[in-house]
């Protein structure tokens, strides 16, 4: 598939760093043990290789991860499948968390456990650098919540300015904490839960798209709950295409500055994840899954 078919081209502000629009999330590749979820290793480590291949080999040029999948384990998946990176690759990754014997996600905040988890991503990925750390909001685990991230921040700054880090973006995070970091650092880039029928930062988008600023939705999806909804069934069907696509096109139609990171432990999905990129809805389309929205925000109220 030439790269042309990947939802176009984004260039991450104040930075020679362009990358296609359909990108890959690389957390779907780590394992689960029981209740542990993002776990251990694949049950097919074969196949999640043979994703992570396909993925760059269909021109993907962008995947995000974390070395608190697994842990570990998905950034040295990465590394066995792909080092040496093409040089056009962009490795996204997250920190400010660290993982429970009991699987559980706990802040990890610290200079040192930041420190850490830098040096942790360098490794375990085969880099010198960075491309770009997203740092986390740990406030709450399942959403945004206001908080100071001044401190984690700012020792993410001075690995910067030492080199370990090109660029800075955020995750799980306020309209508020966006504007207080950019008194302290640029951001290439947000990472929020957003899709079809979660929209609640749609506001958020529109100012970010203004300011050049990427927006990249975690779980556009649906994450561990799949998008389930009859008016996305019927928009796919009407289109001869799946629900997942559906919902894949919706958000690369949504705005020039989103980009995706579906994320999935299957070459089946990948491909069909990735044939979205060519998928047009029409005006009927978008209007019937704005429904879903609406009905999505009265299932919450
Ligand atoms: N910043 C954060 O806090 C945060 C949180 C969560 C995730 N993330 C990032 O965001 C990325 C995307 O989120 P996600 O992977 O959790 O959720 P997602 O992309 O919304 O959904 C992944 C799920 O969809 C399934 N899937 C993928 N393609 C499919 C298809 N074509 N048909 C049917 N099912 C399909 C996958 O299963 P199969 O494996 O069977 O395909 C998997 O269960 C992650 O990989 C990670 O890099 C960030």
Same mark, same amino acid.
């Given at each position: 598939?030439? +790269?042309?078919?990947?939802?176009?081209? &984004?260039?991450?502000?104040?930075?020679?760093?362009?990358?296609?629009?359909?990108?890959?999330?690389?957390?779907?590749?780590?394992?689960?043990?029981?209740?542990?979820?993002?776990?251990?290793?694949?049950?097919?480590?074969?196949?999640?290789?043979?994703?992570?291949?396909?993925?760059?080999?269909?021109?993907?040029?962008?995947?995000?991860?974390?070395?608190?999948?697994?842990?570990?384990? +998905?950034?040295?998946?990465?590394?066995?499948?792909?080092?040496?990176?093409?040089?056009?690759?962009?490795?996204?990754?997250?920190?400010?968390?660290?993982?429970?014997?009991?699987? #559980?996600?706990?802040?990890?905040?610290?200079?040192?456990?930041?420190?850490?988890?830098?040096?942790?991503?360098?490794?375990?990925?085969?880099?010198?650098?960075?491309?770009?750390?997203?740092?986390?909001?740990? &406030?709450?685990?399942?959403?945004?919540?206001?908080?100071?991230?001044?401190?984690?921040? +700012?020792?993410?700054?001075?690995?910067?300015?030492?080199?370990?880090?090109?660029?800075?973006?955020?995750?799980?995070?306020?309209?508020?904490?966006?504007?207080?970091?950019?008194?302290?650092?640029?951001?290439?880039?947000?990472?929020?839960?957003?899709?079809?029928?979660?929209?609640?930062?749609?506001?958020?988008?529109?100012?970010?798209?203004?300011?050049?600023?990427?927006?990249?939705?975690?779980?556009?999806?649906?994450?561990?709950?799949?998008?389930?909804?009859?008016?996305?069934?019927?928009?796919?069907?009407?289109?001869?295409?799946?629900?997942?696509?559906?919902?894949?096109?919706?958000?690369?139609?949504? #705005?020039?500055?989103?980009?995706?990171?579906?994320?999935?432990?299957?070459?089946?999905?990948?491909?069909?994840?990735?044939?979205? #990129?060519?998928?047009?809805?029409?005006?009927?389309?978008?209007?019937?899954?704005?429904?879903?929205?609406?009905?999505?925000?009265?299932?919450?109220?």
């Amino acid at each position: 598939m030439s +790269t042309s078919n990947l939802g176009g081209q &984004f260039t991450f502000p104040g930075t020679s760093l362009a990358v296609q629009r359909m990108g890959y999330g690389a957390m779907q590749l780590a394992g689960r043990d029981g209740d542990k979820l993002v776990w251990g290793p694949p049950r097919d480590i074969d196949g999640a290789i043979a994703v992570l291949r396909e993925a760059v080999a269909s021109g993907i040029n962008h995947i995000d991860t974390s070395d608190f999948y697994g842990p570990h384990i +998905t950034n040295q998946l990465i590394r066995r499948a792909l080092h040496p990176y093409p040089q056009d690759l962009v490795i996204v990754t997250k920190v400010s968390a660290r993982r429970g014997e009991d699987g #559980s996600w706990l802040p990890a905040l610290s200079p040192e456990e930041l420190t850490q988890a830098v040096h942790d991503n360098l490794r375990n990925l085969g880099l010198d650098v960075l491309d770009v750390v997203n740092l986390r909001s740990m &406030f709450a685990v399942h959403g945004p919540a206001e908080g100071s991230l001044e401190g984690p921040l +700012t020792t993410l700054a001075k690995l910067r300015e030492k080199g370990l880090i090109r660029h800075i973006g955020l995750s799980n995070v306020t309209r508020q904490q966006i504007e207080d970091a950019q008194k302290i650092v640029p951001l290439v880039c947000v990472q929020n839960a957003y899709n079809v029928a979660n929209r609640a930062d749609d506001p958020l988008i529109d100012q970010l798209e203004k300011a050049g600023i990427a927006y990249v939705p975690f779980f556009p999806l649906g994450g561990f709950n799949l998008l389930q909804s009859a008016d996305l069934s019927a928009v796919a069907q009407s289109l001869n295409a799946s629900p997942m696509q559906v919902a894949l096109a919706w958000l690369l139609q949504r #705005s020039a500055n989103i980009l995706l990171i579906p994320g999935t432990s299957s070459v089946e999905h990948l491909r069909e994840n990735l044939a979205a #990129s060519k998928l047009m809805l029409p005006s009927d389309a978008l209007k019937a899954l704005d429904r879903l929205a609406s009905e999505s925000e009265t299932a919450q109220h």
